[in-house]
């Protein structure tokens, strides 16, 4: 028998119940269309972390206490401003390094507030990460050497305190020390889990006045390439140690994070893939029963067709083909509906979502796979059926 | 000297059912020479249907030498025994067996979708042999558009549509009022005469039987 005719054989006996093969492509597709969302969804959060990581800035290197790669801020840290002039003399440009210091307080402006992070920051800031300002300037050398009491703001903290009037040249009070408004950040979102329109930057000498400290939190360091980073951030680390023997340091690449991150969502992915999978292969086994069904139903037409000349495997493709048309139409819908859902998911909620080519070649090659497993026993007892008992049944 | 269309020496069938053996053939002999008419009668299970079986191909003989068409049957494999049914064996049987939802033409065009025949040329044929069968206005009627003797004709057609040289027939009127199984059988009688074809009928109708050239009488697996 030619292909195209067992084809045609197995699309009508499918039409024949309609509503019993829609239910079972329904099962498919509800497996297939899991399987595209739920990986788009994983493939689609690896993807902001990529681009939030790398949207930091270029060549970075992330130092501070503590012995994780991925590290959240530590509570406690040893790192002073002579351990950041010693990583300066270390990386031999000021510009390249930046500092943070860190603490929420309430900020205000004439009757508005708004709880939000104040950092102390070096004025090398936006030349080590990529950060630009809507109005007015950023922290000045001079801000930082003589702890003046300026503020940058983020276009949130500004949206919040001061609505449609200027920030820039206005007075607001942090921890109840009266600040002037130098400079607002351009919007810039979300990033590794902080909202960094919701901040504001002072002098990392005035911050840490006015938190009562001398610590350091956090450094950054800026290398010339990328060829370099590495060996740059073990000479960090080694000055470091050296200088807090007992203490554990850790400077650490982009794409490092990116790869601890990565690594995380990566699992999560195929976790998200491994359930959605098992829907699909629900829906096989529901294949698999309704060609059963089929193959029982139609003994006399099976016997018919061997009278007239069916080979085994003909009888077998016939059968087969059934079941490979059911998981295919279910493929194809589910990957439309998987689709259609992923675009949604992206267009209406904060999740990103990500259609990848991968994804969909998977979800259909694992969908028509089902098919032909779920096809494979039922049509090849159909194919070795005899043919006196297929005929005889009633 | 012809080549006979069935050859048969000591045909052998025993099947087993549970703890029992039936012998349903006990060694069974017989030819029939192209164009032939032979009639195979006897009561209920005295083999008639399992010599059929045998003969069409559909089942293979416990012992003995079977030659169809010039094939010695045991030599064949499934594949091969497939091959010998569609294009040297027609069947008609009792109960039509025509597919449901499929038209009158695709129904007798059956048996050459297996040979790889394309379909316009099937259709064509089996428009013809409908014609032959005086069904020329009911190609795309589906069987339950059809009364029994139209769709026995349909069987009939089918059963000729690959020229075989031995058609099968197992009590084709069983189902059908004595008129219409008259009209049926002349029907079924003409074409193959014409055609050279050898008919091998069972039935347990003396009058039907009595229209064949021979009658072999069987009785519990033997021809007495």
């Known amino acids: ?394 | 000297m012809r080549v006979p269309a069935v050859e048969a020496e000591g045909l052998t069938r025993s099947y087993r059912m549970g703890d029992t053996v039936v012998h349903a053939l006990r060694g069974v002999s017989l030819r029939v020479d192209p164009g032939e008419y032979v009639a195979v009668v006897g009561p209920s299970g005295s083999g008639k249907s399992t010599l059929m079986h045998l003969l069409g191909g559909l089942d293979r003989p416990t012992s003995g030498r079977l030659v169809v068409a010039g094939r010695d049957l045991s030599t064949l494999s499934a594949n091969q025994l497939a091959h010998l049914r569609s294009t040297a064996i027609g069947f008609v049987f009792q109960s039509f067996y025509l597919l449901p939802r499929t038209s009158a033409v695709d129904n007798v065009a059956l048996p050459l979708v297996y040979q790889g025949v394309p379909a316009r040329v099937r259709r064509q044929r089996a428009a013809a042999l409908l014609g032959q069968v005086g069904l020329a206005h009911r190609l795309t009627h589906r069987p339950n558009q059809l009364s029994g003797g139209e769709q026995q004709r349909v069987a009939i057609a089918r059963a000729l549509v690959t020229e075989p040289s031995l058609v099968l027939a197992d009590e084709p009127t069983g189902n059908l009022d004595t008129a219409t199984g008259r009209a049926v059988l002349e029907l079924l009688e003409s074409r193959c005469a014409e055609a050279g074809v050898a008919v091998v009928l069972v039935t347990h109708d003396r009058e039907v039987a009595a229209r064949a050239h021979r009658v072999i009488q069987m009785r519990d697996g033997q021809v007495v």
């Open chain 1, 1 to 394: 028998m030619r292909l195209a005719e067992a084809w045609r054989v197995a699309a009508d006996a499918l039409r024949a119940n309609r509503l019993r093969s829609g239910l079972t492509v329904l099962g498919v597709l509800i497996g297939v269309a899991a399987v595209v969302v739920l990986v788009g969804i994983g493939t689609g959060a690896r993807y902001e972390v990529e681009r939030q990581v790398e949207g930091l800035g270029s060549n970075l290197l992330l130092v501070f206490p503590g012995e994780t790669t991925v590290a959240a801020a530590p509570t406690l840290s040893r790192l002073s401003m002579a351990d950041v002039e010693a990583v300066v003399r270390v990386v031999g440009d000021r510009d390249r390094v930046a500092v943070q210091v860190g603490s929420g307080e309430i900020v205000r402006a004439g009757t508005a507030s708004r709880f939000t992070s104040v950092l102390g920051v070096l004025d090398t800031t936006t030349q080590v990460f990529v950060r630009d300002l809507s109005r007015g300037s950023y922290l000045t050398r001079s801000d930082v050497d003589t702890a003046r009491r300026v503020a940058v703001l983020g276009s949130r903290v500004a949206d919040a305190l001061f609505g449609d009037r200027e920030p820039v040249g206005a007075q607001v009070t942090i921890a109840g020390v009266r600040f002037r408004v130098v400079g607002v950040f351009a919007p810039i979102g979300q990033g590794l889990g902080v909202d960094r329109d919701d901040q504001v930057h002072i002098p990392v000498t005035t911050a840490q006045r006015l938190f009562g400290t001398d610590r350091i939190d956090a450094m950054a360091v800026r290398a010339p390439d990328r060829d370099t980073i590495r060996d740059l951030g073990d000479r960090i680390v080694a000055e470091l140690s050296r200088r807090h023997p007992d203490t554990a340091f850790s400077a650490v690449t982009q794409d490092e994070i990116i790869g601890v991150l990565g690594g995380i969502l990566s699992v999560l992915t195929w976790v998200l893939a491994a359930i959605a999978g098992i829907s699909l292969l629900v829906g096989g086994v529901g294949v698999a029963n309704i060609v059963l069904v089929s193959v029982r139903e139609r003994f006399r037409e099976i016997g018919l067709r061997k009278a007239v000349g069916a080979r085994p495997r003909d009888i077998a493709v016939q059968f087969l083909l059934e079941a490979v048309l059911l998981t295919g139409v279910g493929g194809v819908a589910g990957i439309g509906l998987g689709v259609a859902a992923a675009l949604v998911v992206a267009a209406t909620s904060p999740v990103p979502a990500v259609v990848t080519w991968w994804s969909v070649a998977l979800a259909f090659g694992v969908s028509v796979a089902v098919g032909v497993a779920a096809g494979v026993v039922p049509a090849h007892r159909a194919g070795r059926l005899d043919p006196v008992v297929a005929l005889r049944s009633e």
